[in-house]
């Protein structure tokens, strides 16, 4: 009944920028946080950045004061403004939304960062 779809994933070369957007849809009911997570090839997938309803955020040390998190409630959807992009956040790139009746995640989009 709550599906996301993602996109702005692509190829940037390092120090470069990009913007990702994931549009919730459905039965969303005000009160949920909406966050960004990655999986790298190989490795276990890890949190990047959450966002309330509230609009309280938090981020992961690796990429706190490079990526800012965002939301438009009107639209149900949230953004992650990459910056300063290291070749090291090279990964799949997935979406998540989730309060007390839900728990979706989005089908993911891949971020590619050349050196």
């Known amino acids: 009944q709550v599906q996301v779809v993602e996109s702005g994933g692509g190829l940037v070369q390092a120090g470069g920028s990009l913007r990702l957007s994931c549009a919730a849809s459905g039965s969303i009911y005000s009160g949920n946080v909406m966050g960004w997570y990655r999986q790298a090839p190989g490795k276990q997938r890890e949190f990047v950045a959450r966002?309330?309803?509230?609009?309280?955020?938090n981020y992961a040390d690796s990429v706190k004061g490079r990526f800012t998190i965002s939301r438009d409630n009107a639209k149900n959807t949230v953004y992650l403004q990459m910056n300063s992009l290291k070749p090291e956040d090279t990964a799949v790139y997935y979406c998540?939304?989730?309060?007390?009746?839900?728990?979706?995640w989005g089908q993911g989009t891949q971020v590619t960062v050349s050196s």
């Open positions: 998540n939304v989730r309060n007390w009746r839900y728990d979706v």
């Open positions: 966002i309330t309803s509230g609009e309280s955020t």
